[in-house]
């Protein structure tokens, strides 16, 4: 008897409740960055938003190329009917990839104008103070708009962005706002408020004393969902510099996958090796984890032992020497398949992307150096004599190396191509001279065909100028 009161009071209380509470529209879906690292906004991508019905609220479209609008639309509120306590509002949902400080650029309702509501912005329940920018724009004479800005920390994951108007304007006695569109973009970047040029991101990281080196601090957009940053060396097993990002998922990515960008400015078009401190991939205990630069996947290959975690996960130096144009480049870490554990598993821990024509062995702790030459190495390949790309090494092979070389004052260089054992003693070598001039760059070329090949053998290339330098130039083939 009592449950029943209970039940019929409850029935009785959820009725009336749903003749006074404001009526719920349709979710709308989460919004991811753009490939620069900011969220555009318009009124179409609203999450959720209050309303009393079909005429009262954020309910009244506005569209027309005449307006001026992003998109040519906005939403606009303006009635007279009480909202009750929680005010008309809309709110957006945003997957924020890199946690730190944002600007956020909303154009929307003019605050402080006698014919507009006073609008408040919210994230994440917290309200901004914010400040207008620019001139007032008007939509006929009812809605009267601008740009605003706030500035927010934004820490990783969903956020949820809240508009309200709790209260009427002066002059009309209604709650009167519109929104036309928001920008929210990291706040390092420059960029003047406007609806037709987008922000686009600054500069990648630079080139310091000839190379770049990238921790997995530098992301810029992280979409490794879940991703844990570890911050130990040693005691299981790893040794990182410094810290590393670790991936290891049993859920799907969406259609991008589980990705990390970077981004590199590159000082001049030539040919750089990138050098990757990250996943084993050829191993079965880890993803298959894939580079690509401007969004072309470059293969790389394995150099030195691997390295392990645990006994968990794998990881190791690799590498790949590829042409690269001046300016911004786009480096992403993909993972997008699965270990022999049916998970998405990778270690990323940093990168260094320097000339190819540098000498280098890969460390943690030994940074880069330019080879001091008075020439300059602009491109260098070792190829099948063919010209096409080498995997590895067979007996038989006919390979060639080609450079691009141009000297400060002339003179002879040579070109070495030597074959080794395993155990680093040489089988044999070939080398050719070439004439350089200061005004013109010389092509160098050297051939070689394998002979006397075994398991293991390598090939490396020099270039030697006298008795003083003999100077690797590239990765060598097969190690
Ligand atoms: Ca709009
Ligand atoms: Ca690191």
């Given at each position: 008897m009592k449950v029943k009161k209970i039940l019929a009071l409850t029935l009785a209380m959820v009725m009336v409740m749903s003749l006074i509470c404001i009526s719920v529209n349709a979710s709308g879906s989460v919004i991811s960055p753009s490939s620069d690292g900011y969220f555009w906004l318009e009124?179409?991508?609203?999450y959720y938003k209050n309303s009393t019905g079909n005429s009262d609220g954020f309910v009244k479209t506005v569209s027309g190329e005449?307006?001026?609008l992003s998109g040519n639309s906005m939403l606009g509120c303006n009635t007279a009917v009480d909202p009750g306590e929680d005010g008309y509002y809309i709110e957006f949902k945003i997957d924020v990839k890199v946690a730190g400080d944002y600007t956020l650029w909303l154009r929307g309702t003019k605050t402080g104008h006698n014919q507009a509501s006073p609008a408040k912005i919210y994230i994440d329940g917290n309200l901004l103070s914010d400040e207008a920018y620019g001139a007032d724009g008007w939509v006929g004479s009812t809605f009267v708009y601008g740009w605003r800005k706030a500035t927010a920390t934004l820490e990783l994951g969903e956020r949820t962005i809240k508009y309200l108007i709790d209260s009427k304007a002066a002059t009309t006695s209604k709650y009167q706002a519109m929104f036309d569109c928001m920008c929210i973009i990291p706040s390092e970047y420059t960029w003047e408020p406007s609806i037709t040029e987008k922000p686009s991101a600054p500069d990648g990281d630079g080139f310091t004393d000839g190379y770049a080196w990238l921790e997995e601090d530098d992301v810029v957009v992280n979409a490794w969902t879940g991703y844990k940053h570890l911050d130990y060396s040693g005691d299981k097993g790893g040794a990182f510099s410094d810290k590393a990002f670790l991936l290891n998922q049993s859920a799907a990515p969406g259609s991008d996958g589980y990705y990390l960008d970077f981004r590199v400015k590159i000082p001049e078009t030539g040919t750089y090796t990138i050098w990757l401190h990250a996943t084993k991939s050829e191993h079965s205990n880890a993803s298959n984890a894939k580079i690509l630069v401007d969004g072309a996947e470059k293969d790389t290959t394995p150099y030195g032992g691997d390295v392990w975690m645990g006994s968990t996960y794998v990881y190791g130096w690799r590498s790949v020497t590829l042409d690269l144009e001046e300016g911004n480049r786009n480096i992403r870490y993909l993972i997008n398949d699965t270990n022999s554990s049916s998970k998405y598993t990778g270690v990323f821990d940093c990168m260094c992307i320097m000339p190819s024509y540098y000498v280098w062995e890969p460390s943690l702790t030994t940074r880069p150096v330019a080879p001091e030459t008075d020439y300059i190495v602009s491109s260098f390949a070792i190829t099948k004599a063919d010209d096409s790309a080498i995997d590895a090494l067979s007996e038989g092979l006919a390979i060639k190396a080609s450079a691009k070389i141009t000297a400060a004052e002339g003179g002879t260089v040579k070109i070495i191509l030597a074959h080794y054992r395993a155990d680093k003693s040489i089988v044999d070598f070939s080398i050719e001279p070439c004439t350089l001039t200061a005004e013109i760059p010389g092509d160098a070329l050297a051939e070689y065909t394998v002979t006397d090949y075994e398991a293991g053998d390598f090939v490396k290339a020099f270039i030697w100028s006298d008795f003083e330098t003999l100077v690797p130039i590239t990765a060598s083939i097969s190690k």
């Open positions: 009124e179409t991508d609203i005449s307006y001026g």
